[in-house]
């Protein structure tokens, strides 16, 4: 054999490790051997030969790990590096794994719910690991408004953006508006009173089933709402003109109409409380 082959394969790790293994293997053989032919006990020597072995095999691993080393640190780091590339590539699709993961933990959320997610009003009509599907529903039109547009929320945006769960308020709704005018002669406190008169006839036929649905809503959720009985409250704006601020807990689909009846109602009393006025006033001058 030439020497240059002789060296090549002395210096050649396989047979290194061949050689190690050999040698590991051997010296736990004739230690076996030695115990076995010794004069302990049958229990102690089960334990010694365990032990020899768990020995021999804790050798055998490092004595691997010892030729090898630098082979496995090389891979380590490419794996390390092939690693931090997929992440990369992949961030987006981790993250939302770990929304839909983080939402399911959290079950703020089922499909049939209304909720909104950041500045998106809608009814989850599909859920899964990736993407959340949401009907859309316009938030302003207080209806079952559905705009029939179809809403693809990525998980990821659940770590980003609020998510507010709409389903107790999907039958019955806190409603608030306001009505403006130019401060003038009427007393607005009048309205007040006019308005909250007006509100109790248009919340009647509802109203043993808001306030039911109410208290549920209240002990569902912990929180206190503004109850059946509608509220009326007069302020002013940054430019001196009375606003009359309306809420009323109302069935959603009868929001829009209670506000309708009341903007009427007003206007109906405050041209009528306007021309008692301006009549006085003719005949104070006459």
């Known amino acids: 054999m030439k020497p240059e082959l002789l060296q090549h394969i002395l210096e050649s790790k396989l047979f290194i490790t061949f050689c190690v293994i050999v040698v590991i293997l051997l010296l736990r053989g004739f230690a076996t051997l030695a115990i076995v032919r010794s004069g302990w006990a ?13 020995l021999g095999n804790l050798l055998l691993v490092i004595g691997v790990i010892a030729v090898w080393v630098t082979e496995l640190r090389e891979f380590a780091l490419s794996i390390a590096a092939f690693s931090v590339a997929i992440v990369l590539a992949l961030r987006e699709v981790v993250q939302c794994l770990v929304g839909g993961v983080y939402q399911a933990n959290m079950r703020s959320f089922t499909v049939g719910d209304w909720v909104k997610v950041g500045d998106q009003f809608g009814e989850v009509t599909d ?32 770590f980003t953006q609020p998510v507010k769960n709409l389903n107790f308020m999907r039958r019955y709704i806190e ?99 306007t021309k008692e006025l301006e009549i006085k006033e003719e005949a104070k001058s006459l």
């Open 175 to 273: 409603h608030s508006f306001s009505i403006t005018r130019e401060s003038g002669k009427v007393n607005p406190f009048e309205a007040k009173n006019f308005i909250a008169e007006r509100l109790k006839e248009h919340c009647d036929s509802f109203r043993e089933v808001a306030e039911r649905y109410c208290k549920l809503i209240e002990n569902r959720m912990g929180v206190e709402l503004a109850g059946p009985d509608a509220k009326v409250c007069i302020s002013s704006n940054e430019l001196g003109h009375d606003v009359i601020t309306v809420k009323v807990f109302c069935p959603r689909e009868e929001a829009t109409n209670i506000e309708q009846l009341v903007t009427e109602d007003f206007y109906n009393f405050w041209f009528e409380k």
């Open 42 to 54: 049958k229990a102690d020597k089960r334990r010694r030969i365990n032990t020899v072995h768990n």
């Open 127 to 158: 859920s899964d690991w990736l993407s959340t599907t949401l009907l859309e529903i316009d938030p302003h039109g207080l209806g079952n408004g559905y705009t029939g547009t179809t809403l693809y929320i990525p998980n990821n945006a659940f």
